[in-house]
């Protein structure tokens, strides 16, 4: 580890504030995580010069924006968590660049406000905008693939700057070639958008209920953002730090896709424990997608499990999400995700895959 010292002599002229023994379960939405230096990066060139100084001397590097994907070690992070906290948002006759630290709702709200329609659906999520290609997230039946121009990167061994195509990243459900890699550093986005402030095509059931639309129907984007913040808050699923059902990461485990051949077992073996149920599942390319929280839930943990008095928990409006109630550990959350995932493989023979990213310990 290089010394104190040594970091500033380091970074200095790079633009970066250091902070030594920061508590990164600040820069959380679990709020975990133990103690590391911080190099904060106001602006795109400050990131750049910093990691690519970081990088010269081999020093560990972990980038930080939202934290909302990030479940991080109590030991926390022994090299420089470089803190991208840029966030200028452009714009334009028919679409959004917005940079890699800008908040992700807020970008959002912004396009909606001047009368944009396309990410409505993706309202509410937390986050920043860089790391929403590195997920491919998406909600309410539309991912960011779909959105998507291009997106820019840092190329870390050559210190090249470029804009990348959709087509390159790989996108797949809740992935893309950017998330287990370390090579790049995603420094800005750019989507497409609608100028007539109609939404995206409304094909999730709930949604459209909620809109009374039918399947494929669009509405103003501003009264479907509207329904999906009200939808996900009744789900815990906007942040707000007197509710600790939002002291998560969102939904802690991808849902599941079955391959065609296994289709039938796992259904069998459903219906074998639960009885004959309808059981949600969803058409994917590789196979069929199961609900990852129907499955949690019939596998003996329901909301609120293990119970009041554990610090760590799931939410009790939303199984889907692991809570922390305001002291839990990160050791606290795996001892808890572990659960589940091994109640469910027993009991169903479907394997649970976590989305966040994990520093510095294993599920």
């Not at 972990?62 to 452009?90: C, M, P, R």
């Not at 639960?274 to 997608?289: Q, R, S």
Request: charged share 20%.
């Amino acid at each position: 580890m290089v010394s104190s010292d040594n970091l500033r002599d380091l970074l200095a002229g790079t633009g970066a504030e250091l902070r030594e023994s920061v508590r990164l379960a600040d820069l959380t939405t679990l709020r975990v995580g133990g103690p590391a230096t911080v190099a904060v990066c106001a602006s795109t060139d400050t990131l750049v010069r910093t990691v690519g100084a970081l990088d010269a001397k081999g020093v560990p590097v972990l980038l930080v924006a939202g934290g909302s994907n990030l479940l991080i070690s109590d030991d926390g992070f022994d090299g420089v968590v470089v803190e991208i906290a840029t966030g200028n948002v452009e714009l334009g006759a028919d679409g959004v660049l917005a940079e890699a630290g800008a908040n992700w709702d807020g970008v959002v709200a912004r396009t909606i406000e001047a009368g944009f329609g396309g990410l409505e659906c993706l309202s509410g999520i937390p986050g920043s905008a860089g790391a929403t290609p590195v997920q491919n997230v998406g909600a309410y039946g539309v991912e960011v693939a779909t959105l998507l121009r291009r997106v820019q990167l840092l190329e870390r061994a050559s210190g090249a700057i470029r804009w990348a195509e959709p087509a390159e990243l790989g996108f797949g459900y809740r992935t893309s070639k950017l998330k287990h890699s370390d090579d790049a550093v995603v420094l800005a986005v750019d989507f497409a958008l609608d100028p007539s402030g109609t939404s995206a095509p409304l094909r999730y059931g709930e949604l459209a209920r909620t809109l009374e639309v039918t399947d494929g129907g669009t509405r103003p984007a501003a009264l479907v953002r509207a329904a999906v913040l009200g939808l996900r808050a009744g789900k815990g699923m906007v942040l707000d730090p007197a509710d600790h059902d939002t002291w998560s990461a969102g939904s802690f485990f991808t849902n599941p896709v079955v391959p065609h051949a296994r289709v039938d077992a796992v259904r069998a073996r459903i219906t074998a424990h639960v009885g004959d149920v309808t059981i949600p599942t969803y058409a994917a390319p590789d196979g069929v997608k199961f609900s990852a929280g129907w499955l949690i839930e019939r596998a003996g943990f329901a909301k609120g499990f293990p119970g009041p008095d554990a610090a760590a928990r799931l939410s009790t409006k939303h199984t889907l999400a692991l809570t922390n109630r305001g002291a839990a550990t990160a050791a606290d959350l795996v001892a808890l995700a572990r659960m589940v995932r091994e109640g469910v493989e027993a009991r169903f023979g479907i394997h649970l895959e976590p989305e966040p990213v994990t520093v510095g310990l294993t599920l």
